[in-house]
């Protein structure tokens, strides 16, 4: 008798009755695989194949026993779509990026996966010289490759991901915002939106949105309405965040604009009468 063990491309024989037998195959193959006839250790084999294989023992009552075996499947993984991350504070195109963000997605979550990242699909297939996490890329657009293996069988799948690393958009600090204030009491209404146009030069697929605070604008929470009611009187300083309109990134660019509020003049409106005296004419 004997005990089969499936693996990645086969399986793997042990004897557990009489040895010095020799294994064989019931039926021949289709896919490829070969069969080790003393140690029953089949290769070669495609993921999910199915054999048949006899074991017939070589002594003086010669028996033979059939076993049945199903090879082991890769991993089933799904794949990545771009890891877009944000440029560094020098615009170059190149940063340290946390592989690890795309694990999940790749795995849908499962426990039994573990994921590693390689520089070429050779290197994923030979498991050799994994990338460092955080790996900072050396092109921009760049191709890595993913090599995802099932811990329980050591069947291993691959895919390929692209790193794409985006720049802020470029943007123009805004002049003032005034407003010219009837009853001087400091406070008015602002269209904030008017200032769009100069901060993006007239370029289209720019978001802008308005806060109150720095934190509210990297945050992009609590975006102000427009018309706006200024909150601080005569003077206040509004954050903006300017970010990409089409590529769902958090790369912004933050500016800061200031609502002014100027009084209107008061005057008389009753005032004396300007008398002048006539000349000789």
Same mark, same amino acid.
């Given at each position: +008798?004997?005990?089969?063990?499936?693996? %990645?491309?086969?399986?793997?024989?042990?004897?557990?009755?009489?040895? $010095? $037998? #020799?294994?064989?195959?019931?039926?021949?193959?289709?896919?490829?695989?070969?069969?080790?006839s003393s140690t029953g250790t089949v290769t070669g084999g495609d993921y999910g194949s199915t054999y048949d294989i006899s074991y017939t023992s070589n002594d003086l009552c010669p028996t033979t026993t059939i076993n049945t075996?199903?090879?082991?499947?890769?991993?089933?993984?799904?794949?990545?779509?771009?890891?877009?991350?944000?440029?560094?504070?020098?615009?170059?195109?190149?940063?340290?990026?946390?592989?690890?963000?795309?694990?999940?997605?790749?795995? +849908?979550?499962?426990?039994?996966?573990?994921?590693?990242?390689?520089?070429?699909?050779?290197?994923?297939?030979?498991?050799?010289?994994?990338?460092?996490?955080?790996?900072?890329?050396?092109?921009?657009?760049?191709?890595?490759?993913?090599?995802?293996?099932?811990?329980e069988t050591a069947c291993y799948t691959t895919t390929s991901l692209d790193l794409v690393v985006a720049s802020a958009p470029a943007a123009t600090s805004p002049s003032n915002l005034e407003y010219c204030d009837a009853d001087?009491?400091?406070? $008015?209404?602002?269209?904030?939106?008017?200032?769009?146009?100069?901060? #993006?030069?007239?370029?289209? $697929?720019?978001?802008?949105?308005?806060?109150?605070?720095?934190?509210?604008?990297?945050?992009? &929470?609590?975006?102000?309405?427009?018309?706006?009611?200024?909150?601080?009187?005569?003077?206040?300083?509004?954050?903006?965040? &300017?970010?990409?309109? #089409?590529? +769902?990134?958090? %790369?912004?660019?933050?500016?800061?604009?200031?609502?002014? &509020?100027?009084?209107?003049?008061?005057?008389?409106?009753?005032?004396?009468?300007?008398? &002048? %005296?006539?000349?000789?004419?």
């Amino acid at each position: +008798s004997f005990v089969l063990t499936a693996t %990645c491309d086969g399986a793997t024989a042990e004897i557990t009755g009489v040895t $010095g $037998g #020799t294994f064989s195959f019931v039926d021949p193959p289709s896919d490829g695989a070969v069969i080790d006839s003393s140690t029953g250790t089949v290769t070669g084999g495609d993921y999910g194949s199915t054999y048949d294989i006899s074991y017939t023992s070589n002594d003086l009552c010669p028996t033979t026993t059939i076993n049945t075996i199903v090879v082991e499947t890769p991993p089933e993984i799904n794949n990545p779509t771009p890891l877009e991350v944000c440029d560094d504070n020098i615009p170059d195109g190149l940063t340290e990026i946390d592989l690890t963000i795309k694990n999940n997605e790749i795995t +849908s979550g499962n426990p039994n996966y573990s994921v590693y990242y390689f520089i070429s699909l050779d290197d994923a297939e030979n498991a050799t010289n994994p990338l460092p996490i955080p790996y900072t890329n050396i092109s921009n657009p760049q191709t890595v490759y993913v090599r995802v293996v099932d811990i329980e069988t050591a069947c291993y799948t691959t895919t390929s991901l692209d790193l794409v690393v985006a720049s802020a958009p470029a943007a123009t600090s805004p002049s003032n915002l005034e407003y010219c204030d009837a009853d001087a009491d400091g406070f $008015g209404v602002f269209t904030l939106t008017d200032a769009d146009a100069e901060i #993006t030069g007239g370029i289209a $697929g720019i978001a802008i949105t308005y806060h109150e605070t720095q934190a509210d604008a990297e945050n992009d &929470v609590n975006a102000l309405e427009s018309p706006y009611y200024n909150i601080v009187a005569y003077e206040q300083t509004i954050f903006i965040r &300017v970010e990409s309109a #089409t590529i +769902s990134t958090s %790369c912004a660019t933050y500016l800061e604009m200031l609502l002014v &509020v100027n009084d209107v003049p008061q005057i008389n409106t009753n005032p004396d009468p300007l008398q &002048v %005296c006539d000349d000789n004419d």
